[in-house]
């Protein structure tokens, strides 16, 4: 079965730290990608997606992704991290040649930023 | 003020009882989608309806029904056959031709 991974589970760090979150796919075909992101009591919402093009990808709240197709790859990147960053972060792959309309999300990674 | 409404925010569910979440969208949505998330396994595929009164299951349909009578809404029945139902209850929905997914605040289901 297809997967998603992040292999960071629970990610702590100080403010203006970089963050690298890790998110891998197990499919070779072509694929759309997305970051999703959850703050506290918020609903899940779209900070990036890669559909095709430029493989860097930028998204809302300065952070950024890089989709390296060799590695079957989507790492999300922030340079310099602030509080407000505290949230789960979630992956999320959709095949495109399936006949089927489904995201297959990882299974998440919590980041905790302090002041 | 446009969006997905997923009501109640909180649920309580008895022994052998059925409850049913509802999601409604005002965004003229074609797609609708109902996850479970579950702590450390991300979103789990439901349930999805990409026109009305057609609808597929996911990836963990069991103990679990739905209809799309309306293009605005994609109730989600837990059944009394789905033995684990505590968890928190995503809708979500997509424009015909963007692939793109909007989510709902959830529901959070618990068992008395």
């Known amino acids: 079965a297809q997967s998603v991974s992040q292999h960071n589970h629970h990610v702590i760090l100080s403010e203006a730290a970089s963050l690298e979150l890790g998110c891998n796919y197990s499919?070779?075909?072509?694929?759309?990608l997305f970051w999703y992101v959850q703050y506290p009591g918020q609903h899940l919402q779209l900070l990036l997606k890669?559909?095709?093009?430029?493989?860097l990808v930028k998204g809302i709240k300065g952070f950024e992704a890089e989709f390296i197709k060799s590695k079957f790859s989507f790492n999300l990147r922030k340079p310099s991290v602030q509080w407000s960053d505290t949230a789960e972060y979630f992956c999320?792959?959709?095949?495109?040649?399936?006949?089927?309309?489904?995201?297959?999300f990882g299974t998440g990674t919590r980041l905790q930023v302090f002041p | 003020d446009g969006g997905i409404t997923q009501s109640p925010k909180y649920l309580f569910r008895k022994e052998g009882q059925n409850v049913t979440l509802s999601c409604e969208q005002n965004?003229?949505?074609?797609?609708m989608y109902w996850y479970r998330q579950d702590p450390g396994q991300g979103l789990r595929l439901i349930y999805y309806?990409?026109?009305?009164?057609?609808?597929q299951k996911g990836d963990i349909a069991e103990g679990y029904s739905v209809s799309r009578e309306k293009k605005e809404s994609f109730p989600l029945t837990v059944t009394s056959a789905q033995k684990n139902p505590t968890a928190f209850y995503l809708c979500?929905?997509?424009?015909?031709?963007?692939?793109?997914?909007?989510f709902g605040a959830g529901t959070r289901l618990s068992v008395l």
């Open positions: 309806s990409q026109i009305v009164n057609d609808f």
């Open positions: 979500a929905s997509r424009k015909q031709q963007e692939d793109i997914q909007y």
């Open positions: 999320a792959v959709k095949i495109l040649s399936y006949n089927t309309d489904k995201l297959i």
């Open positions: 499919y070779g075909g072509t694929v759309n």
């Open positions: 890669y559909f095709s093009g430029d493989p």
């Open positions: 965004l003229n949505h074609d797609a």
